[in-house]
């Protein structure tokens, strides 16, 4: 199961920044994400539920996740099943007088050994530069 993480510096406060990166507010500034629709619970709390549309390759996908961790302006974590199977966590901490944010995340390909192949080959890196992106435009938006 492929692990990534990233990790960034952003001159603007944590509640500022955990805010902007709610899971609901992704499509904003992601690259992968296109989509995310409360399907059950609030959308402030663990055990919301969420189906998260991705586009990783030319197809978009769906995934049905359920929130495993919510603490306002600190730290928000989620399991997802569907084309992808896995986690995703991102974690909110006062640095230098901005916020770092690190987040991070575990899957399991699609397609079994091959799939498994493509992601050690090709995949994890293109999700890693998508991921890498995404913060970095997330960083240019709030630092203004």
Known sequence: MPHIKT?????????????????????EWTVHVKEVLITGGDGKSAGTKDRTTIQVTPRKNKLESEWTEYQQGSVWARKFTGYLKGTERMRFWPHEG??????TYDYKPPFGPIGAIGALLVMQRVVQNNM?????TLKRELEV
Do not use: C, Y
């Open 7 to 27: 990790t960034i510096d952003i001159d603007a406060s944590r509640d500022h920044v955990f805010a902007a990166a709610e899971p609901v507010k992704m499509p």
């Open 98 to 103: 901005g916020t770092r944010v690190e987040w």
């Open 132 to 136: 890498e992106s995404s913060l970095e």
